[in-house]
C-alpha cells in the first residue's frame, strides 16, 4: 500500500477508521459485560471505554495527519491487535468473547492485507495475551448474547465492504478494457478492437458460411492538410471523418481507426453489390460533411473494400485486401471506392 498516492492511502485509511470504530464499538460490548461479572476496577471501565469511542478517531487523524498514510495505519492494526490480546486477557480467556474478538481482530488484517499482515498481527494479539494466565474461560448467559452482535454485524460489514470493493475493480477493469479497444481522438475502436471483430467475422463464415466485407477509408492528401492547416485542423479532420463513418454505418457494424489517418469498418452480414453501394455512400457522406466555407476541416476520402470469401487464409490477409483496393482508389485519382482484385468487382 505504501506505493500508493498518497490520496488512495488516505481514502484506505478513511474506510479502515470506519470499520475499526464499527468493529471496537461491537467488540467492548462482550468485553464490559465480562468487566463487570469479574467486577474490574473502574480504571479498566475507563479504558474500555476509551479503547472503543476514542481510539478509531485517534489513530484516523495520526494516520491522515502522517506523510506515509498507509505505514501509519498498518502500525494502527498493529495496536488494535495488541489491545484485542490485553482485553482477551483481562476477560481471563472468557471462552465466547475472546474467540469472537480473535476472530473478528484476524478477519479484518486478513481482508486489509492478507497473510503478511495477518500473521504479524496474531503474534502481537497473542503476546499481549499471554501476559496475563489468569484462566476463567467459562461464559455466562450474558457475555455470549452480548457477542451475538460481534459475530453478526461485524462479519456482515466485512463481507458488504468486500462486495462493494469488487464490483469497484469489476467497473474499473471494464473502462481499461474499454479504453484499451477505443481511439483516444475519434472515440471509435482501435486497431485491436477492428481487427478482433475481423477475426470474429472470419470464425463466423467458416462456421455458417454468414458474410461479412471489410472497408478501409483513407483521408486524401491528410499530409498536407496538416501542413497547410496545422495539427489541429488535422486532428478535426479525424474526427469529423469518424463521425461521419459511425453515423451512416450500423449499429451492429464495427468502426475504428487503424492508424494515422486511414479508418476500417467491419461490416457484417453484408456482401453484394450493396457493400460498393454503401462504400460510394460513405465518399458522398464525408465528402458533404464540411459546413460552407470549411472543406479543409473534412476533406474527401477513398475507400477499398474486400468481402470475405473462401480464399482468405485470416484477417491479415483479409485486411491486406482491402488495403490493395485502397491503394488501386488512391492510383486512379483519389476521391472513389474500389473493389477488392480477387473478387473479379470492376471499381465503382
Given at each position: 500500500m505504501d506505493s500508493l498516492p498518497i490520496d488512495h492511502q488516505r481514502r484506505i485509511v478513511t474506510h479502515v477508521a470506519g470499520m475499526r470504530a464499527l468493529g471496537l464499538l461491537l467488540g467492548m460490548l462482550p468485553v464490559l459485560v465480562v468487566l463487570g461479572e469479574l467486577e474490574a476496577p473502574a480504571i479498566m471501565w475507563a479504558l474500555a471505554l476509551g479503547n472503543g469511542l476514542v481510539w478509531p478517531w485517534v489513530a484516523r487523524q495520526i494516520a491522515l495527519s502522517h506523510p506515509q498514510p498507509g505505514a501509519m495505519e498498518r502500525r494502527n492494526l498493529y495496536v488494535d491487535s495488541a489491545m484485542g490480546g490485553v482485553w482477551i486477557a483481562l476477560m481471563q480467556f472468557n471462552v465466547v468473547p475472546s474467540v469472537a474478538l480473535a476472530s473478528m481482530l484476524v478477519m479484518d488484517k486478513?481482508?486489509?492485507?492478507?497473510?503478511?499482515?495477518?500473521?504479524?498481527?496474531?503474534?502481537?494479539?497473542?503476546?499481549?495475551a499471554l501476559n496475563d494466565f489468569a484462566m476463567a474461560p467459562q461464559s455466562s448467559t450474558a457475555a455470549a448474547l452480548a457477542t451475538v452482535p460481534l459475530l453478526l454485524v461485524y462479519p456482515s460489514a466485512i463481507a458488504y465492504s468486500a462486495y462493494v470493493l469488487s464490483q469497484r475493480v469489476r467497473r474499473k477493469s471494464a473502462a481499461l478494457e474499454a479504453l484499451s479497444r477505443t481511439d483516444p481522438l475519434t472515440g471509435l475502436a482501435n486497431r485491436r478492437a477492428v481487427m478482433a471483430a475481423a477475426e470474429h467475422e472470419l470464425r463466423r463464415f467458416r462456421r455458417s458460411g454468414h458474410r461479412a466485407s471489410l472497408?478501409?477509408?483513407?483521408?486524401?492528401?491528410?499530409?498536407?492538410?496538416?501542413?497547410?492547416y496545422g495539427a489541429a485542423a488535422g486532428d478535426a479532420a479525424l474526427r469529423a471523418v469518424g463521425a461521419t463513418l459511425k453515423a451512416t454505418l450500423r449499429d451492429i457494424d464495427t468502426v475504428g481507426r487503424l492508424e494515422a489517418d486511414t479508418f476500417a469498418a467491419v461490416l457484417t452480414d453484408a456482401s453484394g453489390p450493396g457493400v460498393g453501394e454503401l462504400a460510394e455512400?460513405?465518399?458522398h457522406a464525408v465528402a458533404a460533411a464540411a459546413p460552407a466555407g470549411e472543406a479543409a476541416a473534412c476533406p474527401t476520402v477513398s475507400i477499398g473494400y474486400a468481402q470475405l470469401h473462401v480464399g482468405l487464409r485470416d484477417s491479415a490477409q483479409w485486411l491486406a485486401a482491402a488495403e490493395a483496393a485502397l491503394r488501386a482508389a488512391?492510383?486512379?485519382?483519389?476521391?472513389?471506392?474500389v473493389s477488392a482484385p480477387a473478387l473479379g468487382v470492376q471499381p465503382v
Open positions: 486478513l481482508a486489509f492485507g492478507g497473510l503478511r499482515l495477518a500473521l504479524p498481527s496474531v503474534a502481537t494479539l497473542l503476546i499481549a472497408l478501409v477509408v483513407d483521408i486524401d492528401r491528410f499530409r498536407q492538410l496538416n501542413e497547410q455512400r460513405l465518399r488512391k492510383t486512379a485519382g483519389r476521391n472513389r471506392s
